[in-house]
């Protein structure tokens, strides 16, 4: 049996075969896989599978539904160790006799041999659902399926009718005809100037020129695995080819970003640090001790390696070593590679190595602390030694066959900030191939771990947010060292080795606290290289074989502690994943929030986290389906899963693969709603369905359209527009369970609107005041913020530049206003920089540093709806603020105690200058802002008020 495949694989195998029938596939077709589970050589062909249907109450009578090779691409059991080519889909054949339908009919697949293996899966009854599919087969077959699978290597792999001829186009331009075997399957080399390792459309027409198949796929420029080119290619390799390209390129680019930014230094031996990660780990076979492959691949000396180590270290990194030298340099070489800000140490623990590590370490890593043992005793107690030795906060267990990414100890520890019940965080490991291997751990309810997610996409949406885990993989494992030392470390009955990472997450969940996989800290583990691939202690030499020895020591030891489902499935992998849960929400938006543009991202992040907290596992869905780097990361490191292409190419596609998940679903926007209800009624008609307005839009446009003092046709369609906006907008309140709105106001006006038939709840806005603001000596000017892409904002600037400004110049004619915000067009800017003490500034990463530079905040607005995040921001920091009347909307602020509240020119001049001149006035307005910032808008009565929200439709919250 090929090693290490995850548990449910393991049972499937049958004598020497291993394979499953899976049934109907999404397309009709009869799929499944199967392949030796010994290596086969060259040329074997691959294995035939029978489906035969039987009836149970006839024995005897058999009828032949057809024959199916396996050898179509199924990477999906390609990353789970067996051969990538093992799958098959029968897509139906002309004459296919099928019997009438009765009670004893199954469907069996059986792998052609002597004798034959029935594959897992079979039988399949033939059921109501399941017969008719089989006459679908049947008939669809005659009419002729074409279908393209995903590329072979260098070839089109598909499915046309036998004798109809086609023709493959790539790109638009002709390629070649098409023509398949008898049983349906064609394979077709692909012209040589398509395999250019780019994107191509692939089309399959007619002869009259229709459109029958297409896909997109990224062809191959050569096949040579990059492992035989670091064993037959001589250096410098191509490092484009290598897996770990884009991992390096990150950190080269992390290095490049740093160095622009603010003169932090490159590494000063960079070229060394390439080198030795981009080449093979060994030596070549002519170097002579304390030798490596130098640029050209001929032998030279070792050159030391300089480590950013810190003489007051947050972090003590511990990596134990027993042995292979060249593995533990190739490691510190990575640590050297990854840009980190964290000040860390590095303690390498030489457990009994005979290869001079000790020696070696103390010649070429300078400043890195060693720890001798004078005999082998084990990962665990060399953890244990190095932990000893350290002197950070804290610790960090790495293996020695790892290689560290790019920010992978920021990563590590960020949930330690984020969540003050984190009680240990493990990476995302992955394999040197770039393929997954380990997104955290999984114990089902009988005491088998699981690493999750082995072989997948690691880029894959399900693997990419942070989340509670049962363990993680003592390979990259960060804990505080306080903790360690009340928790015992490892536990002594696990020594040498296996199940004491396992056994110390159970210890820290025993502690009431959690574990966490933080996926964007990210670490090669080059698995096996340290303690071998063998688990079986009949076998094995290795520290391996007490994986299987520990296993029953774990199980006896935690029986009690184990949940959930006994039998290991992937299925069940999907729904117990994300521990610490009560429900599962979705929330969809226009797009992907992002705070430093506009208010209503800063709302967005502030609701699912209040959802969050109150026990729901939630997953985001931007309509535009768009990875937005960043913005798209910080939602995943806050534990959101993200939903992008190319992963999902659709909603109408993730809901009927996933809406019947989800308790309930958040939606943000009316156009969302309108976009999106019938889909939601019918693939989610569990979900109850949450409506976050933000504000209304008909109001907003009413009276944008007011302040614009239109007559006439213009006048008229306008309202047209303000008409058919409500119309719309009434109607998403009428599909929805409950709709929220951030203002009484509104509130009351949708309750007259629906005559009372809409249920409404009011929707928190959430900040978090200062203690203490910046001091008034530092700050000067009055200063407005906002995204000028909303028309209101635009309008605000530009009537109180008309209007009130050159007015206020009078009085102060030293006084500058400064502008920030996102969306200010080049003319835009350009007219307001040309006024008299108008600053433009444009876009700021951080808003808090518009609050802390000025005097007071202004938001002139004459139109608009709901609540102004502005508005509440600047009560968070304290500055104060002049407001018409609508900014002031909702907030419940008064005139003269926490805000002034202007008409007219005179009353706008009258207040600013009251607050430019008069520093206790300044001092009462800032102190009163902040106090009602803390009573009406603090997380924890935003979450009284989310709590309640989700208590009218009887949704669990955890408080």
């Known amino acids: 049996m090929p090693l290490n495949l995850p548990p449910p694989l393991q049972a499937m195998a049958r004598g020497s075969v291993i394979g499953g029938f899976e049934g109907f596939g999404p397309d009709g077709s009869l799929r ?38 396996a050898s179509l691409p199924r990477p999906d059991l390609g990353q789970q160790g067996l051969p990538l080519n093992c799958g098959f889909a029968f897509p139906g054949r002309s004459g296919m006799e099928i019997p009438p339908r009765s009670t004893g009919l199954v469907l069996r697949a059986l792998v052609q041999g002597d004798p034959a293996v029935e594959l897992p899966g079979s039988p399949l009854r033939l059921d109501d659902d399941r017969y008719p ?102 250096p410098p390799f191509p490092d484009q080819l290598n897996p770990l390209a884009r991992e390096h390129l990150r950190s080269l680019t992390t290095w490049l970003h740093w ?100 020696e070696a370490l103390s010649r070429e890593a300078p400043g890195v602390q060693v720890v001798r043992h004078d005999y082998a005793r084990g990962f665990n107690q060399a953890c244990h030694s190095g932990v000893a030795a350290a002197r950070g906060s804290f610790i960090v267990l790495l293996n020695n066959d790892t290689e560290p990414c790019a920010l992978w100890l920021e990563e590590l520890l960020e949930p330690f900030q984020r969540w003050p019940d984190t009680g240990m965080t493990g990476s995302q490991l992955l394999y040197p191939d770039g393929r997954l291997q380990e997104a955290g751990g999984i114990v089902w309810g009988n005491g088998e771990p699981w690493n999750y997610g082995r072989g997948r996409n690691s880029h894959e949406p399900g693997v990419s947010y942070t989340r509670q885990v049962d363990y993680v993989s003592g390979a990259a494992l960060a804990l505080r060292r306080e903790l360690w030392g009340q928790l015992g ?48 202690p009949e076998t094995s030499e290795g520290l391996k074989r007490f994986q299987t020895l520990h296993g029953p020591t774990f199980q006896r030891k935690w029986q009690h502690a184990f949940e959930g489902e006994r039998e290991p499935s992937f299925e069940a992998a999907e729904r117990i994943k994300d521990r610490g849960i009560l429900g599962r929400a979705l929330f969809i938006d226009h797009a992907t929030p992002r705070p430093d543009r506009d208010a209503g991202s800063h709302a967005a992040l502030a609701e699912m986290d209040l959802v969050q907290a109150l026990g729901y596992k939630i997953t985001f869905l931007p309509a535009n389906l768009a990875w937005l780097g960043t913005y798209t990361e910080e939602l995943q490191r806050r534990g959101i899963e993200v939903i992008h292409a190319p992963f999902v190419l659709s909603l109408d596609q993730f809901l009927k693969e996933r809406g019947r998940e989800f308790d309930f679903i958040y939606l943000t926007r009316y156009t969302t709603v309108r976009d999106s209800l019938p889909l939601l009624k019918e693939h989610a ?22 302040s614009a003092g239109l007559s006439g046709e213009p006048a008229e369609a306008a309202l047209a527009s303000v008409r058919e906006t409500r119309r719309q907008e009434l109607e998403a309140m009428a599909g929805v369970d ?36 910046s001091p008034l000596e530092s700050r000067s000017g009055i200063t407005f913020l906002g995204s000028y892409q909303h028309p209101p904002n635009q309008d605000a600037v530009e009537s109180f530049l008309g209007d009130v400004w050159p007015l206020l110049n009078e009085r102060l004619p030293d006084l500058e206003f400064h502008l920030y915000g996102s969306g200010l067009g080049p003319e835009l800017q350009e007219r307001w920089q040309a006024i008299q003490g108008v600053r433009v500034h444009g876009w700021v990463t951080d808003a808090s540093t518009v609050y802390e530079r000025h005097r007071v905040f ?64 300044w001092s009462r307005t800032s102190e009163a802002a902040r106090d009602h910032a803390r009573a009406h808008f603090s997380r924890s009565h935003g979450l009284d008020l989310m709590a309640a929200a989700l208590q009218r439709l009887s949704l669990p919250c955890r408080r």
């Open 738 to 773: 409950l709709t929220l709105t951030y203002s009484e106001i509104e509130q009351a006006v949708i309750a007259a609107e629906t005559l009372g038939q809409a249920a409404t709840a009011l929707c928190p806005w959430v900040v978090e005041p200062l203690e203490q603001p």
């Open 685 to 706: 008609p569990q979900a109850r369905l949450i409506f976050c307005n933000a504000d209304l839009h008909y109001l907003r446009e009413l009276r944008q359209a007011q």
């Open 133 to 234: 599919a089989l006459e679908q087969l049947s008939r669809r077959a005659a009419g002729g399926t074409v279908r393209l699978e995903a590329l072979s290597g260098p070839f089109v792999v598909g499915w046309a009718p036998h004798g109809q001829e086609l023709e493959l186009r790539v790109d638009g331009v002709p390629a070649g005809s098409v023509s398949a075997r008898p049983d349906g399957q064609f394979h077709l080399p692909l012209p040589p100037a398509s395999c250019d390792g780019r994107p191509h459309h692939l089309a399959l027409h007619d002869g009259e020129g229709v459109l029958r198949a297409e896909s997109l796929e990224i062809t191959p420029f050569q096949l040579t695995p990059w492992s035989a080119l670091q064993d037959h290619a001589r």
């Open 32 to 69: 499944g896989w199967a392949c030796p589970l010994a290596d086969q050589p060259a040329g074997v062909p691959p294995l035939s599978v029978l489906l035969q249907v039987e009836d149970l109450l006839n024995p005897g009578r058999v009828w032949s539904v057809g024959e199916a090779e």
């Open 259 to 358: 160095a622009d930014s603010d003169g932090t230094p490159l590494p000063a031996d960079l070229p060394l640090l390439q080198r030795l990660l981009s080449g093979p780990i060994a030596p070549p076979a002519n170097a002579a001790p304390g030798e490596e492959a130098g640029p050209h691949g001929v032998p030279v000396p070792r050159q030391p390696i300089q480590l950013p180590l810190s003489p007051e270290p947050l972090v003590s990194v511990v990596v134990p070593a027993h042995n292979q030298y060249a593995v533990t340099r190739r490691c510190l070489a990575a640590l050297a590679y990854a840009p980190t800000r964290v000040p860390f140490e590095l303690i390498v623990v030489d457990d009994g190595s005979s290869d001079g590590t000790a």
């Open 858 to 921: 202004i938001a002139p607005l004459r139109s608009g709806a709901g609540i102004k995040g502005k508005v509440i921001a600047a009560l968070a920091h304290g500055i104060p603020q002049v407001l018409s009347p609508v900014a002031a909307e909702a907030t419940g602020l008064r005139h003269g105690a926490e805000a002034f509240i202007a008409r007219e020119p005179e009353a706008w001049c009258t207040a600013i200058t009251d607050l430019i001149v008069d520093d206790d006035l």
């Open 489 to 536: 470390g490892f536990s002594p009955e696990f020594s040498p080795a296996y199940y004491e990472d396992t056994d110390l997450a159970f210890k820290v969940r025993q502690a009431g606290l959690v574990v966490r996989y933080a996926p964007l800290s990210r670490v090669i583990h080059h698995e096996g290289l340290s303690c071998g691939t063998d688990p079986d």
